[in-house]
């Protein structure tokens, strides 16, 4: 951490700035204000380190497409996952590698959860308050599936399998906190115990020859053997 950590400050001439200034009191430089899609907090387009978070701007300006409201997604990394944010929504953009990494890296999912900004992130959308809406993926357009997140964490999230996954505001926070909280594992257990129990109704059903037969397995139980692998079959199976 550098001792300028925390403190916002203007990209070009580094006088410290107040969050969302248009433009910097002291050099006049333009700013653009945007959202850290990592910690939520307040950092410029012209700034390569959130003050915050240390998450830094993509090289190159991002193609994706907020699905709210088509506004161009900020992209960040921070280690070896990139976010991109609707500056006007809060939403977030996860391309399919970085979701991985977000899901199977502690670290990540630490550097997620804490040190971020002191700032309040956006409140929460009211799913109730909207109909139900496919929305268009942020790279291709097409409608994204919606998916209960390993089917019982409770949050709904948009998936196009070859580009990413959307989160409306607060719902990558409550993915992470449901990994963390041991989700996953409960995930697999619950998946575990439906696939017994349908093996079970499979083998009462089976006639003598068929369970006399090499080769029966129970479907899919070698495929969620890992909070990985529960990853790779939640995104892989429509
Ligand atoms: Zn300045
Ligand atoms: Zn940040
Ligand atoms: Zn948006
Ligand atoms: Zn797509």
Redesign the pocket.
Request: glycine share 10%; with cysteine.
């Given at each position: 951490m550098s001792d300028r950590a925390g403190v916002l400050r203007c990209p070009s001439c580094g006088a410290p700035t107040a969050p969302e200034a248009r433009e910097c009191a002291h050099c006049r430089a333009n700013l653009h204000p945007i959202r850290c899609p990592w910690c939520f907090g307040w950092t410029f387009t012209e700034a390569r380190d959130c003050a915050y978070c240390g998450s830094q701007a993509a090289e190159e300006a991002s193609a994706a497409a907020c699905p709210g409201c088509r506004e161009p997604l900020s992209t960040r990394s921070l280690k070896r996952a990139r976010l991109s944010g609707c500056v006007r929504c809060g939403g977030v953009w996860a391309d399919s590698a970085s979701f991985r990494v977000i899901c199977d890296d502690r670290e990540t999912q630490a550097s997620y959860l804490g040190e971020g900004s002191p700032l309040p992130a956006p409140a929460a959308s009211d799913p109730s308050s909207s109909p139900i809406a496919y929305r268009p993926?942020a790279?291709?357009?097409?409608l994204?599936n919606r998916f209960n997140f390993a089917g019982c964490s409770g949050v709904i999230i948009d998936v196009?399998k070859?580009?990413?996954v959307w989160f409306d505001p607060d719902e990558l926070r409550r993915i992470v906190a449901f990994i963390r909280g041991g989700g996953m594992d409960v995930a697999r257990a619950k998946e575990q115990s439906r696939l017994e129990h349908e093996r079970r109704r499979l083998e009462r059903a089976m006639d003598d020859r068929l369970r006399a037969s090499d080769g029966f397995q129970s479907p899919g139980l070698d495929s969620v053997a890992s909070a990985r692998d529960l990853l790779r079959f939640l995104l892989d199976n429509k």
């Open positions: 993926c790279v291709c357009a097409e994204m196009c070859p580009h990413g």
